[in-house]
């Protein structure tokens, strides 16, 4: 099941914050949080891996709790190459010839516009 | 470090011809790489796991004898769109994962599939 996002959209002013949530109906293993540019490939901003992790560098920060299964992405006094569309991908493992790989599903993405 | 490559990275081609899409790790070996598409505005959807040595597995939906899925060696997977049709136009991204770098993916950046 794909994890839900939102909002599916933002518009911000440069220096203003915001945040992006992500929510799953299934238990998660791990959530990855990436950023995409039109017509660019997925970037990767950052892994979390244990329920009540947060992480973050620069003005980008996340946290999970994991009994909740939901993940947010926090962006503070945003910039313009904050644009872009974020997607959040929760892992769930699957056993494949008795060996477990984890697999990522990504939500719908929340397109985030800064403006001057 | 962690770099992939896709290539080519658009190709125009006409219904029925087949297209194949490699995707390289360049500075580590992925022992695990995925296949995704995305269409315009959407989010990434899976369409198959390979791992080195071993067939791939496909998500469902995904038509195996359409999509051919070749994990050749530590650096390389294949791609091949068998019978293209128009609807099969999309962004193709692959990303990859060595075991031993922990949990994230990394993304090459994308072939841009067009089939007239």
């Known amino acids: 099941q794909q994890p839900v996002q939102s909002p599916q959209a933002v518009i911000l002013r440069e220096g203003e914050d915001a945040v992006i949530n992500c929510s799953s109906s299934?238990?998660?293993?791990?959530v990855h949080w990436y950023r995409q540019k039109h017509g660019e490939a997925p970037i990767f901003l950052m892994i979390l891996l244990k329920g009540g992790e947060q992480k973050g560098h620069d003005k980008i920060s996340a946290s999970f709790n994991e009994k909740k299964q939901q993940s947010s992405l926090y962006l503070t006094a945003s910039q313009l190459s904050y644009s872009g569309t974020y997607f959040c991908g929760t892992e769930a493992l699957f056993n494949a010839g008795g060996t477990s790989y984890g697999k990522l599903t990504f939500g719908q993405g929340t397109i985030l516009t800064v403006h001057p | 470090g962690a770099v992939v490559s896709q290539h080519p990275s658009r190709v125009i081609c006409k219904s029925g011809t087949s297209v194949k899409i490699e995707c390289r790790s360049l500075?580590?070996?992925?022992?695990?790489m995925f296949w995704y598409r995305q269409f315009p505005k959407k989010s990434l959807m899976l369409m198959a796991t390979?791992?080195?040595?071993?067939?791939?597995?496909?998500e469902q939906g995904v038509e195996k004898d359409k999509f051919l899925i070749n994990h050749a060696s530590l650096t390389l997977s294949t791609l091949t769109v068998t019978s293209a049709h128009p609807e099969d136009s999309s962004f193709y991204i692959c990303s990859a994962r060595e075991r031993d770098r922990g949990y994230e993916q990394y993304f090459g950046p994308g072939t841009r599939l067009t089939v007239t």
């Open positions: 390979s791992n080195e040595g071993s067939k791939a597995t496909y």
């Open positions: 299934k238990a998660l293993y791990s």
């Open positions: 500075d580590f070996q992925a022992t695990t």
